[in-house]
Structures are given as C-alpha cells and as structure tokens.
C-alpha cells in the first residue's frame, strides 16, 4: 500500500503496519523463545523493510510482552511483579525479599542486567507509585496468535487489516503528523503523548484508542531505554507517531487540499 502520508512527508524510515494474525508470515524475523530481545529493534527492522512475527513465547522482554498484548507478563519477571516494581524504581536491595532474589540472579544474569535490578532504573518514584502505573495501562490479550510487524508498502488492505500504522518521524516530520491529525477534527487533543515504555506506545496505547469512539495518535520513543537500544539502528532525532487504522484512513483522506501541498510546508522541506 502507498501511503499519500509517507510520500508528503518525505520519510527516510517505511511507516510500518502492525497486524494480528493467526498464520505466521513466511520468513518473518523474530526473538527465539527465552531469549531477551527489545521489540524496538523489530520496529526499526520493519522499517527497514523486513518483516516481525511475535507470539506469547516470543515477546523479547517483559514489558515487550506486555506493550504487544500478550497479557500481563510482569508477572513472570524474576521474583514476581512485586521485584518489577522495585527494578523499574528504586531497585531491590532495599528489601529483604529482593536481597534474595538478587543472589539468585548473581550466576545467570548479566551484569548490567543485575545492577538495574538491584538498584533500579529510577524510572519511576517508588514502587508504589509504580504499581499505580501499572494498574493503569490497559493490559490486554490479542485475539490471535501472532502480532506482526510488517512495512505498509507490503501491506494489501483489500486481505489485511492493521491495528496500527507506526511512522518514525524527525521534528519536522512529527510536527506535521500532529497537525494532520487536528486537521480534520475541528479541536485540538487528537494527540496524546503518554509515559510508556516504546513498546507499548506503539502497541496497547494505540490498541486502546483503536477501540474508542474518537481515536487519537500517540506519540512514542520518548522511553529512554527504547531510545538506547535503538541509537545504533535509527537516526537519533526520530520519535514515533502510531495510529489507530480508522484513524489513519481518516488522515490519509485529510492530505488532499491541506497544508501538505501548500507553500510553508515546501519552504520547511527545502534544504
């Protein structure tokens, strides 16, 4: 499929499509079972061109499995949701239980894996201010059996229909996203920009808008570890932008007549 969007925009990076699926496309990359892997690395790989299937083994991380929707798999991290919280905030050698758990790790994990663990990614205040955090996302179950990531190029929307197109975007770029997505509203909270990580910007979030009576774009990339994974695969200055497929279809419209083939957004392009 081409996209009128990508073509006025210019884009160096394919707006990628995110489907489920019951048959695992041929070919498509993806993480081996119990190996870690960031699904941000498959996002930029579809962007690239490639294809990415997951599945409820094949997450990556934990939080991957999460932000895809398959389920709640913070439950599964070493020594329960309890030791996430703390991982993701103050760390878990303030208390006995995660003193404990910490030694277990000593001889299977990595060392930097284990330093986070014991003294945690500070991305968050406390652990209860993080299990709040958690209560709030909207953890889900995918229908099917595979989430994919695939480029929109490849997609036929006459067989398939995504649940969200993701387009990586430098400021220029995201600026006119934004402005596209009021452009046909007639108000102006059309784009939100949720603390997530990267995964579930681009997964859950955008599923839950998908379900709404108005959906809204969210942009993404602003998760600090995505953004580390990913410096040696995209350009630094990139942010992602995800849609809700109805959405999208209702923006695609919107670029015929607008600021797209007007004479400001030339002038910005202009090198």
């Given at each position: 499929m081409e996209s009128k969007i990508a073509r006025s925009l210019n884009l160096k990076y394919q707006p990628v499509a995110i489907l489920w699926s019951d048959d695992r496309p041929e070919?498509?990359?993806?993480f081996k079972q119990g190996k870690w892997g960031c699904v941000?690395?498959?996002?930029?790989?579809?962007?690239?061109?490639?294809?990415?299937?997951?599945?409820?083994?094949?997450?990556?991380?934990?939080?991957?499995?999460?932000?895809?929707?398959?389920?709640?798999?913070?439950?599964?991290?070493?020594?329960?949701?309890?030791?996430?919280?703390?991982?993701?905030?103050?760390?878990?050698?303030?208390?006995?239980?995660?003193?404990?758990?910490?030694?277990?790790?000593?001889?299977?994990a990595g060392k930097e894996f284990l330093e986070k663990f014991r003294h945690g990614e500070g991305y968050m205040k406390s652990p209860e201010l993080l299990k709040r955090f958690i209560d709030s996302l909207p953890i889900m179950e995918v229908p099917e059996k595979y989430v994919v990531f695939k480029p929109l190029t490849d997609l036929d929307p006459t067989r398939e229909q995504p649940q969200v197109i993701v387009f990586l975007g430098d400021p220029d770029q995201l600026s006119a996203l934004v402005v596209l997505a009021n452009y046909g509203r007639g108000d102006n909270l059309n784009v939100i920009t949720p603390f997530a990580a990267g995964?579930?910007?681009?997964?859950?979030?955008?599923?839950?808008?998908?379900?709404?009576?108005?959906?809204?774009?969210?942009?993404?990339?602003?998760?600090?570890s995505a953004r580390k994974n990913l410096k040696k695969q995209l350009d630094r200055n990139v942010l992602s932008f995800a849609v809700p497929w109805r959405m999208f279809e209702e923006m695609e419209d919107d670029v015929e007549g607008s600021f797209l083939q007007k004479e400001t957004w030339r002038d910005l392009q202009a090198p």
């Open positions: 070919k498509a990359m993806g941000m690395w498959m996002l930029a790989a579809a962007a690239k061109g490639r294809t990415a299937a997951f599945d409820e083994r094949t997450y990556g991380c934990w939080g991957g499995g999460v932000g895809l929707g398959f389920g709640n798999q913070y439950l599964n991290f070493p020594g329960g949701i309890v030791c996430f919280y703390h991982f993701l905030s103050t760390g878990n050698e303030n208390w006995q239980e995660g003193r404990d758990m910490a030694e277990k790790l000593e001889s299977a995964c579930q910007q681009i997964g859950i979030l955008p599923y839950r808008e998908a379900r709404s009576e108005r959906p809204r774009a969210v942009i993404g990339l602003t998760d600090i």
